[in-house]
Structures are given as C-alpha cells and as structure tokens.
RNA sequence: CGGGGUGUGGCGUAGCUUGGCUAGCGCACUUGAUUUGGGAUCAAGGGGUCGCAGGUUCAAAUCCUGUCACCCCGACCA
C-alpha cells in the first residue's frame, strides 16, 4: 500500500471525548471512528487490525475441529420467548418491529439460535459432539457506553457452541474450548489470567472469564498469592474462621440518630464487623431482607443467583416502601422479629453476638445471634475484597483490574430443555442435548492488546495484530536515488508477500516517522542518505533498536 | 435512571460572566517558493445554519425556556 493513497488521516492532537489510552490511539492513528455513542467505524487499518485478531481465532477454532457457520442477527421474538429471555434479558436487548408488527431483536448473543439451527438438523447421538461458531456483530443496549471498543453497543464477537450427548462431551468441549483460547490470546500477545466466573445472564452452572490485564478493566479479579485460585469479583469466594465466643443476652440500646454502621459502631464503640448491615431489596412484589456483616458489601451477581432474579429486577427497596411492607422504621432495621423473605451471608450467620437495629426509632439490638434469634436462608452474598482468604488454600488473596475478553460458559440442558433441542441415544430414548457456549470480545481484544502495549509515541503492536509488518520511508522525495532504491524495496517486499507500506508521500521525514509510531508499524525501513551505497536503516517499534544494513542483507533477513 | 460537565469549519479551541462592527487562533486542506533524518518556514487562499427549536431585544455564539447529542461520576444505605 502507499502512504500517500490511503484511506488515513493521524490526529496530533487528543480526541476530546476520549480518557483511556487505546481509544485515544485508535481515533488518533486514524483506525477507527465514532458514528455515535457506542458505535464505531473501522477504517482501513482498524479492519486489518480486526481481521487480524478474527483470522487468530478462526485458525484456533478451526484447528480445534470447530466448524465456522454464519447466523443472521435479527432474530424473531418466538425463539426468545422459548428461552424465556425475552422477558428476563430487560432493556439490553435491542428490539424492534417489522412493518406487520411483528417483533425482533438484534442478537446480543445467539444460544437461541444456535439451538434452533442444531434441533432442526441433529436427530442422533451418531451426529454429537459437535460445535460451531461464527464472528458476527452483536448489539447490546448498553446502560453506558464507555472507553470506546471496551463497552460498546456494536460489536464483533466470535461465539461457539458446543452441543453433546452428556455431561462427559461438555466437559471435553469446555476443555477443548479453554485451550484454545488460551492459544488465541498467547498469539494476540496478550498478558491474561484464566480466572472462575460468574453465570450472569447466559445461565448455566460452570464458567471461565479470560482476562486480559489492566487498570482499566471494569472486572476486578482476585487471585491467590499462593495456589492458583483465581476468580471474578463476582464470583469469588472466601474462607473464614468461625468465631467461637459464648452467646450472650439480647439486650435493647438507644442509639439516638445513629443510622448508618459506623455511627452506630462508634457510638457504641465496637467495630463493623461485629455488626449486622440490612439491605432490604425488593423485586416485582417481593421484599428480600438481606444481612451482611457490617464491613461488607452485598454482591449482587450472587444475590440475583440466590433470588433468581435478573440483575435489572433487582432494586433497593425505597424507605416509603420497607415502612409500608415491613412496618419497620428505615435506618434502624434488623431481622429479630421481622416478618419477610431474609437472606443472611454465611460468614455472618456464624458470627456471634452481633448488632443489629431494633426496627424502632433510635433503637439497636446488641449481642443478636442467628438462629437463636431469628431465622434466615443461609447463603454466600458478600463481595470479596483483597486480603480475604483464599478458599482453598486460607492464603491473601491478591486483586487486579481486567478487561474480560472471553468467557466460556457449561450451559448444561438450560436452553435445550426448554427449546427441546433433543437427539436419540443409543438406548432409543429422546433425550436433551447438554451444551456449552463460548465467546471473544474480538473488537474489545483490540482495545485491550493496545492498553497493554503502547509507548508514548503511539501503539505498539504484537506481530500477528499489525495491519502492516513493514513501513518504508524514502526519507527526501526530492533524491530520486532514495526514491528509487525505496521504489525496489517495497516492490520486492510486496514479491515475498509481505504487508508493506511505502510512505511516498512528499513529506518531511520526521513526520514520517511520527506516524510509524502512532501507527505502529512492528518494523521501520529508512532509504535515506547511504541510498547510493545501497545502504538503509532498519529500525523495531518494539524495542527500538535499529541497524543500518544492506538492502540485499536486509532482504536475506526478512 | 440520578448527579455534574460540554456542544463554535475535519480536529483542538478563544469569545459567553458584562449582548454590539466582518466570530478569532492552532492543526489539517489548496496554490507558490524555500526546506528535507523526529510533527519545517514564508506568502496567498478555501471552508462556519456558533447542536436544534422557540423567546427577549434595535441587535443574540453571548440572556431566557425547551429539546437533542456527547463525556465523566454514581447506582451498596439502615
């Protein structure tokens, strides 16, 4: 390609509406640009780059005995309504209508359809295991687009399903699927961690996010110091000691005004966490008391698991309705005595002596036991925190930001239950298929390979990610026997197959080079003064080591 | 959804408080000259519904009302 033909415009200067690195890099080197909020184009370069991370994860899926089919992305409300997503999936979902009314919605994901395609075609347990996958677009109705191809409403996705006869064949898929994708992001050159996860809105009992480093992940991910434990916020869990101490006698206090924790923890001059903190949620018409110990956040990807509600139903019930429904007074609520559903975090439930409030004005109750004084379900709802226990090995556990590139999912017979997506077994009896499903965030991966890898004078790109390998720069349009020797250059380049750029354009050469840089180009090849010895200048955007050498050694070495 | 902020040629911005002559500047673009190893210099030039609608006024980028868009923060309290 020449320089001086391309479809290209660099910026000098930052993008208004841009505060993370990758983003300001693509606007600025020109790969991609913004249609609207959450929208974006790519542009020449942005498409190779693209192009580049789809043909990693096609060689990868392919090579894993995946088959690549192309599904459409208007989907028709039935096959939703069969899940039951079109309810529970809520405003995310992008719909629409045609012009008989009849309902769609553009695909955020594709289990639908995917087992829609397979229960039309896949009769006998002869035709399973098997997994397909496509890269497509999906649409999500995002609640704030941000960081660019991070979180956008548009993006490119490659999604796999694998459909098998029994839990054994989703257990090999989701291996199979979990090496892979390993190789994809080791050949995107990216830095990750593995790491357990939550189900979310997909469903299914057991999940993998790939998590690529770095501050600007909106996932946190804590990881054991020791063992290999390693888990979504979301997901993870903690260990804890059980505090032996001798119940005592629930006593009443006054605690005038004192609402919040630490009010009430100073006041009564104990720490949080021998408080009880109450959250009352409330979905549709359900009010849900919910007990944490003072310290501690409510997590809410493990509460809408525990509640079965979508994490959209699930609201912080106002003061006016916890008066209404639980005739208790708002900042001095407390589970003894109180009629309602109530969760309570096991770490909690085996600490004893605890404080809660009194549902009275002004009142906490002190040295409140679970069970002794009130009942409650028993579960895991607490956001873990760096510090915290690993639950295997009882070592810290260390936390670090990621942005989630890919996340593997065992959906088990969730969609092909309700979907009757069955096959004949070997015995003759029509039984559902167990499934698995898997996805990359192929725009986002982009996002995140620059995040982790750029310098102050622009991108630096992996190998494989490049949207060109070699940039040659005559450095004075004016000498002809640059231009010439450079001509040559790119012309034998281009004969071994190479993706090369010619900058021809007639500019000075420093801005040549500002743009290598931005751009990223892995290697730089300057035809300047020693032209006429046949000399030129080879230079690596990675560690910025450059050589002068021959054109014929030059030729020898790439 | 709540809170805050911003909308002025392709990009980045000044002007707005205190209304007033032809809306200024840098980058980019066009033409010419000089220049040519880290974003050149000079000269000449083109490009604007000041987000949109309405209002106040002799007069609105500027004041008022509405609206749209974009960005950031938040969604954890008993």
Same mark, same amino acid.
């Given at each position: 390609?020449?320089?001086?033909?391309?479809?290209?415009?660099?910026?000098?200067?930052?993008?208004?509406?841009?505060?993370?690195?990758?983003?300001?890099?693509?606007?600025?080197?020109?790969?991609?640009?913004?249609?609207?909020?959450?929208?974006?184009?790519?542009?020449?370069?942005?498409?190779?780059?693209?192009?580049?991370?789809?043909?990693?994860?096609?060689?990868?899926?392919?090579?894993?005995?995946?088959?690549?089919?192309?599904?459409?992305?208007?989907?028709?409300?039935?096959?939703?309504?069969?899940?039951?997503?079109?309810?529970?999936?809520?405003?995310?979902?992008?719909?629409?209508?045609?012009?008989?009314?009849?309902?769609?919605?553009?695909?955020?994901?594709?289990?639908?359809?995917?087992?829609?395609?397979?229960?039309?075609?896949?009769?006998?347990?002869?035709?399973?295991?098997?997994?397909?996958?496509?890269?497509?677009?999906?649409?999500?109705?995002?609640?704030?687009?941000?960081?660019?191809?991070?979180?956008?409403?548009?993006?490119?996705?490659?999604?796999?399903?694998?459909?098998?006869?029994?839990?054994?064949?989703?257990?090999?898929?989701?291996?199979?699927?979990?090496?892979?994708?390993?190789?994809?992001?080791?050949?995107?050159?990216?830095?990750?961690?593995?790491?357990?996860?939550?189900?979310?809105?997909?469903?299914?009992?057991?999940?993998?996010?790939?998590?690529? #480093? %770095?501050?600007?992940?909106?996932?946190?991910?804590?990881?054991?110091? *020791? !063992?290999?434990?390693?888990? @979504?916020? $979301?997901? &993870?869990?903690?260990?804890?000691?059980?505090?032996?101490?001798?119940?005592?006698?629930?006593?009443?206090?006054?605690?005038?005004?004192?609402?919040?924790?630490?009010?009430?923890?100073?006041?009564?001059?104990?720490?949080?966490?021998?408080?009880?903190?109450?959250?009352?949620?409330?979905?549709?018409?359900?009010?849900?008391?919910?007990?944490?110990?003072?310290?501690?956040?409510?997590?809410?990807?493990?509460?809408?698991?525990?509640?079965?509600?979508?994490?959209?139903?699930?609201?912080?019930?106002?003061?006016?309705?916890?008066?209404?429904? #639980? %005739?208790?007074?708002?900042?001095?609520?407390?589970?003894?005595?109180? *009629? !309602?559903?109530?969760?309570? @975090?096991? $770490?909690? &439930?085996?600490?004893?002596?605890?404080?809660?409030?009194?549902?009275?004005?002004?009142?906490?109750?002190?040295?409140?036991?679970?069970?002794?004084?009130?009942?409650?379900?028993?579960?895991?709802?607490?956001?873990?925190?760096?510090?915290?226990?690993?639950?295997?090995?009882?070592?810290?556990?260390?936390?670090?930001?990621?942005?989630?590139?890919?996340?593997?999912?065992?959906?088990?017979?969730?969609?092909?239950?309700?979907?009757?997506?069955?096959?004949?077994?070997?015995?003759?009896?029509?039984?559902?298929?167990?499934?698995?499903?898997?996805?990359?965030?192929?725009?986002?991966?982009?996002?995140?390979?620059?995040?982790?890898?750029?310098?102050?004078?622009?991108?630096?790109?992996?190998?494989?990610?490049?949207?060109?390998?070699?940039?040659?720069?005559?450095?004075?349009?004016?000498?002809?026997?640059?231009?010439?020797?450079?001509?040559?250059?790119?012309?034998?380049?281009?004969?071994?197959?190479?993706?090369?750029?010619?900058?021809?354009?007639?500019?000075?050469?420093?801005?040549?080079?500002?743009?290598?840089?931005?751009?990223?180009?892995?290697?730089?090849?300057?035809?300047?003064?020693?032209?006429?010895?046949?000399?030129?200048?080879?230079?690596?955007?990675?560690?910025?080591?450059?050589?002068?050498?021959?054109?014929?050694?030059?030729?020898?070495?790439?």
């Amino acid at each position: 390609m020449r320089m001086s033909k391309m479809f290209l415009q660099t910026e000098k200067e930052d993008p208004k509406d841009a505060d993370i690195v990758s983003y300001k890099l693509l606007i600025k080197a020109g790969y991609i640009r913004k249609l609207v909020s959450g929208v974006y184009h790519f542009l020449p370069l942005g498409l190779r780059v693209l192009r580049n991370v789809e043909k990693i994860t096609r060689e990868e899926m392919n090579r894993s005995g995946a088959e690549e089919i192309l599904c459409s992305a208007l989907q028709p409300k039935e096959l939703w309504d069969e899940s039951g997503r079109w309810e529970k999936y809520g405003a995310g979902l992008m719909r629409l209508k045609d012009r008989n009314e009849r309902e769609f919605c553009l695909g955020p994901t594709h289990e639908e359809i995917f087992t829609e395609i397979v229960r039309k075609q896949i009769k006998s347990y002869k035709q399973l295991p098997m997994i397909i996958y496509q890269i497509q677009t999906k649409y999500r109705d995002e609640k704030r687009p941000r960081f660019g191809l991070i979180r956008a409403k548009e993006f490119l996705m490659k999604d796999a399903y694998s459909f098998g006869v029994n839990e054994k064949d989703l257990d090999e898929a989701y291996h199979v699927m979990y090496d892979t994708y390993k190789r994809i992001f080791d050949r995107c050159g990216l830095k990750y961690k593995a790491v357990l996860a939550d189900t979310g809105a997909i469903g299914g009992d057991g999940s993998h996010q790939f998590m690529a #480093l %770095s501050d600007v992940g909106e996932s946190a991910i804590l990881y054991c110091s *020791k !063992c290999d434990y390693a888990a @979504d916020q $979301e997901k &993870a869990e903690t260990k804890f000691e059980k505090k032996e101490e001798k119940l005592k006698e629930i006593k009443i206090v006054e605690t005038k005004d004192k609402k919040t924790i630490e009010e009430v923890a100073t006041f009564l001059g104990v720490e949080t966490k021998n408080c009880a903190k109450s959250v009352v949620y409330k979905t549709g018409e359900r009010i849900i008391l919910v007990l944490v110990r003072g310290d501690r956040h409510v997590n809410l990807a493990k509460l809408c698991n525990i509640t079965g509600a979508g994490e959209e139903e699930l609201l912080f019930a106002e003061d006016d309705e916890i008066k209404k429904y #639980l %005739s208790t007074e708002p900042g001095f609520i407390g589970p003894v005595g109180l *009629k !309602c559903e109530m969760i309570i @975090d096991k $770490e909690l &439930a085996n600490t004893p002596n605890f404080i809660t409030g009194a549902n009275l004005r002004d009142q906490h109750v002190l040295n409140v036991n679970f069970k002794r004084d009130f009942e409650a379900t028993v579960a895991d709802i607490i956001e873990v925190v760096e510090g915290d226990r690993c639950p295997l090995c009882g070592m810290p556990l260390l936390m670090e930001r990621g942005i989630e590139v890919g996340q593997i999912f065992k959906l088990g017979t969730k969609y092909s239950e309700k979907m009757h997506c069955d096959f004949t077994d070997l015995d003759g009896v029509e039984k559902p298929m167990y499934m698995g499903c898997y996805g990359i965030g192929v725009s986002r991966t982009i996002a995140a390979i620059i995040e982790q890898s750029y310098d102050a004078d622009g991108i630096v790109w992996p190998k494989e990610i490049a949207p060109y390998k070699y940039m040659v720069i005559p450095a004075n349009m004016k000498d002809m026997v640059q231009v010439t020797l450079a001509e040559e250059l790119y012309k034998r380049l281009l004969e071994k197959n190479l993706e090369v750029i010619l900058d021809d354009r007639d500019e000075r050469p420093g801005v040549k080079f500002k743009d290598t840089d931005l751009l990223g180009i892995p290697h730089r090849i300057v035809v300047g003064r020693k032209a006429g010895e046949n000399i030129v200048e080879f230079k690596q955007r990675a560690n910025k080591e450059s050589s002068e050498i021959t054109v014929e050694e030059l030729l020898n070495q790439i």
